[in-house]
């Protein structure tokens, strides 16, 4: 079965680019999260959607990002415009249901931005 | 200078003998624990979870005891083998939507 999948692996870009990170849920999945990962504060919840819904962006960095989920099979994550302090690993992960089920994960995108 | 990161503990195990990797959780509304494993340039992947009305749940070589008493969850893996090294974390729902995930542990297996 596929699991969640994840787009670009690697993203390497200037600062003040526009990026945008992509993501395909596993299929059924009702609940969607968007995690950063990084060596000095290890895995943060950025922004987490039921049903394709927003519902808690307090883990957005700033306004300088912005998430959505146009349907059940897509999300995606725009960072504009792009700072160094935003290189990371950028996880995105689905659940049957939030809260009490298991999160799945896919295999992130590294970004880095010079 | 020089950027300090997280400081991950590490437990380092003989192949063949048993793991115990333990996690102090901070919330007691908790009802929903995790555990996940994490190699090297993949993301995290499921092993186990346990609800707060369980002291105990086994898997395939891994068993997750949890002490509400104490908010204290382990995982306990049997017969650790050289495919077992990886970063481990836990997880709590702070009774919530959310999965508030420990800083992890290292586990090293060696020959």
């Known amino acids: 079965d596929a699991g969640v999948i994840q787009s670009p692996r690697h993203e390497v870009t200037e600062m003040g680019q526009e990026v945008t990170l992509r993501c395909k849920p596993i299929?059924?999945?009702?609940?969607l999260f968007w995690y950063r990962q990084t060596m000095m504060r290890g895995l943060e919840l950025l922004i987490y959607f039921n049903n394709n819904v927003p519902i808690d962006d307090s883990g957005m960095p700033e306004d300088r990002f912005s998430a959505k989920m146009p349907n059940a099979s897509f999300s995606t994550l725009k960072i504009q415009p792009s700072e160094p302090r935003d290189s990371a690993v950028y996880f995105c992960?689905?659940?049957?249901?939030?809260?009490?089920?298991?999160?799945?994960f896919g295999d992130g995108t590294r970004l880095s931005i010079l | 200078g020089e950027s300090v990161g997280l400081h991950l503990p590490t437990l380092s195990v003989q192949e063949g003998d048993n793991s115990i990797i333990n996690c102090a959780y901070s919330?007691?509304?908790?009802?929903?624990f995790i555990w996940y494993k994490q190699e090297s340039g993949k993301g995290p992947q499921f092993i186990i979870d346990i609800r707060s009305n369980m002291d105990k749940r086994q898997g395939q070589r891994v068993t997750v005891l949890l002490n509400k008493t104490v908010k204290h969850l382990s995982l306990q893996i049997a017969a650790t083998q050289p495919g077992d090294s990886a970063v481990y974390f836990c997880?709590?729902?702070?009774?919530?939507?959310?999965?508030?995930f420990g800083t992890g542990t290292r586990l090293q297996v060696f020959p």
């Open positions: 992960a689905s659940s049957l249901r939030a809260g009490d089920q298991p999160q799945h």
């Open positions: 997880a709590e729902n702070g009774n919530t939507d959310k999965l508030i």
């Open positions: 299929s059924g999945h009702n609940s």
């Open positions: 919330n007691s509304a908790s009802d929903y």
